[in-house]
């Protein structure tokens, strides 16, 4: 666009990063075959160690966190059921109603308060088996939490409310997109997350900085028939080993160097409470993800953003009031200080 500054300092998505050299090398290198088939062995070694980290029997790599997160949902969901989740869930908010789409569901929003939603919000929301009443079927966390501002569930609260949702006999999901973020940041295991639930969408194109891909975690059975959800939905692969060894190599590599993004995010965020106009909604600010608002004579979150532009920086609108800046493995720390800098005005 004529006039406005090439962008220096990138804090829209995290899924705006680039494969490092050395996942491109692995990429490069990566034995392949033809996954449809199940005979990609990268793909093969992929999902084994997911299991693994998961403690899960299986895994099965898709093209997106979208998708894994769809075929939970036609997992658990029949025509006419009903899923509960936060009001500002990812699936929710950002997957065109998939769960009407394409599993017949219908979405009961929770309003939790950065994502959190509490036990005693939800001991009244199991529908009577009543005729004139959709079937409460599936219960969806999110961790982090995207529209929370990365927020972190509380451990407690989620053993809570998924022991809760067992014991009337609904299914549990996770969409773990950024699942890594916590598990990094809280010193809790991917396992010890997941055990609470029966299938866990993890996303490597985010934080994790792959180039594509998730995964959906759960039983032999669940993951036996998510493949052939997979393959309705156009998400079967063909030499998709190329792609798993990007996710495989961020597993080795950009886990532990995610607390790097979380030091980065809070340089943002200590500018932001210093600024007058500017506000965060969630305290603290858990992982990579700054959401704060701007005070209306500051301008829209549209026109604060535009003029972040002009001087090179990136973040992104999405509410009215409310921006977004993310961290990752592409901006690096003294960036992060400068945005923070520029937040000023």
């Known amino acids: 666009m004529k006039g406005v500054s090439p962008i220096r300092i990138d804090l829209a998505s995290d899924t705006l990063t680039k494969p490092t050299p050395g996942m491109r090398e692995a990429m490069a290198r990566a034995e392949v075959g033809d996954d449809v088939f199940g005979e990609d062995p990268t793909v093969r070694q992929l999902e084994q160690r997911l299991a693994t980290l998961l403690g899960k029997e299986s895994a099965l790599f898709v093209p997106s966190g979208t998708m894994s997160n769809q075929i939970a949902l036609r997992l658990h969901c029949r025509p006419g059921d009903e899923v509960l989740c936060d009001a500002n869930s990812h699936i929710f908010n950002y997957e065109q109603a998939g769960y009407a789409q394409l599993a017949g569901a219908a979405v009961r929003p929770i309003d939790g308060h950065g994502g959190v939603i509490h036990l005693e919000q939800l001991v009244d929301k199991i529908r009577p088996d009543d005729v004139h009443f959709p079937t409460t079927r599936l219960m969806c966390l999110e961790n982090t939490h995207n529209r929370g501002g990365g927020r972190i569930l509380p451990y407690d609260g989620v053993a809570a409310i998924c022991a809760w949702a067992a014991e009337h006999g609904l299914a549990r999901h996770l969409d773990g997109a950024r699942l890594m973020n916590a598990v990094v940041a809280s010193g809790i295991s991917a396992a010890d997350w997941a055990q609470h639930f029966d299938t866990v969408n993890i996303c490597f194109s985010k934080g994790l900085g792959a180039p594509v891909g998730s995964a959906l975690c759960g039983s032999t059975e669940a993951i036996h028939q998510a493949r052939r959800h997979r ?70 979150a549209a026109e604060f953003c535009d003029s972040l532009r002009e001087q090179g920086v990136r973040m992104l609108p999405v509410a009215t009031q409310r921006v977004r800046a993310v961290t990752n493995l592409d901006v690096t720390m003294e960036a992060c200080e400068e945005a923070g800098e520029m937040l000023c005005g």
């Open 231 to 300: 393959k309705l939905l156009g998400g079967g692969m063909r030499q998709a080993g190329i792609l798993a060894a990007a996710a495989l190599y961020a597993l080795e590599h950009h886990v532990d160097r995610l607390v790097e993004d979380h030091a980065k995010a809070q340089l943002i965020a200590n500018a932001v409470r210093q600024i007058d106009g500017l506000q965060l909604p969630f305290e603290p600010v858990d992982t990579n993800l700054v959401v704060f608002d701007v005070a209306a004579e500051r301008g829209t």
